[in-house]
Structures are given as structure tokens and as C-alpha cells.
């Protein structure tokens, strides 16, 4: 069985610039959410979806959004990208809700601003 | 509000000596647990977790977690560590609809 697929690996952009990440989740898994980890902040929730509907967001600026397809595939976009935006984004899956179930998470996508 | 506290950021320690992360947790309702492992460049992985049951609870390559209610702690143990051991070690709580809170990390470096 395919794990979590994330693309791309690695990401160069410049401020002011916008970004989409996608995350292929594991097959039969209708759940993805995303996290941002950073060296500071750690792993910071972003967003979480189920069945194509947003049912959690994290405490980001609205530069800052997600979508969930009707195969589960997921995407997020970054608009105006600024410097601390640089991050590993990681992106996971779950059969269901993320509660008593495993969470299964992808290789990530690091993102550089410059 | 929920909260996940790693007691130490950096844990160095002797190949084949044993080691303990720490992890204290802090929920007004029932939690479930976790313990998840990243190597370098890669995305998390689990290690072991808590869902209800024995409160000891263990992983495949030699790692055991004991869930404490009393003391709200989660700490993972190893009697003999591994140089293939050396990743930033993560604990994190889920509970009800709320995503999952995750510890700040313990980079756990073994030394041959």
C-alpha cells in the first residue's frame, strides 16, 4: 500500500510570491491534515479535512488556505509568501478523524522563502 | 485547553546505555497518547500509543511507554539504545474533535 505522497519534496520561492502543496493521501483514508513545523514553533496545526469539508483550522492569517478533492487528494496554498513562511510542511492521513487512530504523514514539502 | 510538555529538548546518550524522554500532559477529558519518531529529512512515524487497556504499552524495536494518569505523564523508555536510535522523538495527545497536540520534541543523539 502507497504511504502519504507529498509534492514537491522541495520548494524555492521568492516574498510575495504564492505556493500550492499537495498531499496524496493513503488509499481508502478519507481524513488529511496539514502541519507546519518550524525550529522555533515546532509542529503547528494548519487545517484538517474530512470528507472534503474543513472541520478544524489552526490559528493562521488567511494567506493561509486548503482544499480536500473527492478522491481525498488535498492541497494547500500559500499567497504572499513571506519570509517565515519557510517550513517543512507536512501533510497526514487517517482512515477517519484523527482521534484514537494512527495519523500516517508524509516525507513533507520544505518551502523556502528568499 | 490542552497542552503537551517534552521536559528536555536534547537528550544525548552512550550507545547501549538506557535513556527516558519525558513527556507530561495536561486535558480536562479522557486522552489518547502517542509517541512519534522523525529521522532526518523524513516525515513522522509512530512509535507506540495509548488508547486504553495496560497503561504499559510498547513498540517492535525495543521501546516502551507507561501511561500515568495520576502523575499526567507519558515518558518513553529504552533499557539499551542504538546509534540507528538518533531522531527528534515526538509526544502527542489527541482527544475528542480537537487536532492533535504535539510535544516541542526531544532530539534524542547517540553517541558510539
Known amino acids: 500500500k502507497a504511504g502519504v505522497t507529498q509534492t514537491p519534496r522541495y520548494l524555492i520561492k521568492t516574498r510575495g510570491q504564492q505556493v500550492t502543496l499537495s498531499c496524496s493521501p493513503i488509499?481508502?483514508?478519507?481524513?488529511v491534515s496539514w502541519y507546519q513545523q518550524t525550529p522555533g514553533q515546532g509542529l503547528q496545526f494548519l487545517f484538517e479535512y474530512f470528507s472534503e469539508t474543513q472541520r478544524n483550522k489552526g490559528n493562521f492569517p488567511g494567506r493561509f488556505s486548503g482544499r480536500q478533492f473527492s478522491n481525498s487528494r488535498s492541497e494547500m496554498n500559500v499567497s504572499t509568501l513571506e519570509l517565515g513562511d519557510s517550513a517543512l510542511y507536512l501533510c497526514a492521513s487517517s482512515p477517519g478523524r484523527i482521534l484514537n487512530t494512527e495519523a500516517f504523514f508524509g516525507q513533507g514539502t520544505r518551502l523556502t522563502v528568499v | 485547553a490542552q497542552s503537551v510538555t517534552q521536559l528536555d529538548s536534547q537528550v544525548p546518550v552512550f550507545e547501549e546505555a538506557p535513556v527516558e524522554l519525558r513527556c507530561n500532559y495536561s486535558s480536562s477529558v479522557s486522552v489518547y497518547l502517542f509517541w512519534y519518531v522523525q529521522y532526518p529529512n523524513q516525515g513522522l512515524q509512530l512509535l507506540l500509543k495509548?488508547?486504553?487497556?495496560?497503561?504499559l504499552v510498547e513498540s517492535i524495536n525495543g521501546f516502551e511507554a507507561e501511561f500515568n494518569k495520576s502523575q499526567t505523564s507519558f515518558h518513553l523508555r529504552k533499557p539499551s539504545v542504538h546509534i540507528s536510535d538518533t531522531a527528534e522523538y515526538f509526544c502527542?495527545?489527541?482527544?475528542?474533535?480537537?487536532?492533535?497536540?504535539f510535544g516541542k520534541g526531544t532530539r534524542l543523539s547517540v553517541i558510539a
Open positions: 495509548y488508547l486504553s487497556g495496560s497503561t
Open positions: 502527542v495527545l489527541a482527544s475528542g474533535n480537537t487536532p492533535l497536540v
Open positions: 488509499s481508502g483514508h478519507r481524513s
